[in-house]
């Protein structure tokens, strides 16, 4: 699907924070399995089955930011966006996620976002703030912008995020987004 206006919304997890067979439902690579509540299967639980080997297979502990982590790693994925001229409209960090909505002329999003990612780690590592071995998980979800209703509606999903505790930018100066209100 080609995204309106080079727009996508852009999400990624640290590393540990989602697993296969994790009892919140899970998608794996490539949509090869999709398995959304309720687990269908005893087998399929947090403490047993998938999800215990999920965790057996870990090669580190799970990533959970701290909230001066989640802002150090905010503003390190805000400075590599704008460095690569990727135009953000929001971003957000908490302790184990973040969300970007972003214009991405080249549609490449997965590449600027792991060159963000790469960015966040390194600083994070050299402030201190998290364990080395890498903070986020592998890949991450882009997901095209439909049209300006969904631009909207991603844009407050994303700023929502504060109430939550996260670290937030937003393009706007008001705190709301552009457009009707609700």
């Known amino acids: 699907m080609e995204p309106w206006n080079d727009w996508y919304h852009i999400t990624g997890n640290t ?23 309720p687990v269908p299967t005893p087998d399929h639980t947090a403490e047993t089955g998938l999800h215990v080997q999920s965790r057996h297979l870990m090669t580190r502990r ?11 790693a905010l503003d390190a994925m805000l ?3 704008r460095h690569h001229h990727i135009e953000l409209a929001a971003l957000s960090v908490d302790d ?10 080249d549609h490449l999003p997965r590449k600027w976002a792991g060159i963000a990612k790469k960015e966040s780690a390194r600083a994070l590592s050299s ?15 882009c997901k095209p912008i439909t049209d300006r209703a969904h631009q909207v509606e991603v844009a407050r999903y994303i ?9 937030v930018w937003l393009a706007w100066a008001d ?8």
């Open 15 to 37: 590393y540990g924070a989602w697993l296969p067979g994790d009892r919140r439902g899970w998608l794996t690579r490539q949509h090869r399995v999709h398995v959304e509540l």
């Open 62 to 72: 799970p990533v959970t930011l701290s909230p001066a982590a989640g802002r150090s």
């Open 79 to 81: 400075e590599a966006f």
């Open 96 to 105: 184990h996620h973040f969300h970007t909505l972003a214009r991405v002329p």
């Open 127 to 141: 402030a201190g703030l998290v364990a080395p071995g890498g903070v986020w998980a592998v890949r991450t979800h």
């Open 159 to 167: 700023a929502d995020h504060r109430a939550r505790g996260a670290a």
């Open 175 to 182: 705190g709301r987004p552009p457009g009707p209100t609700r």
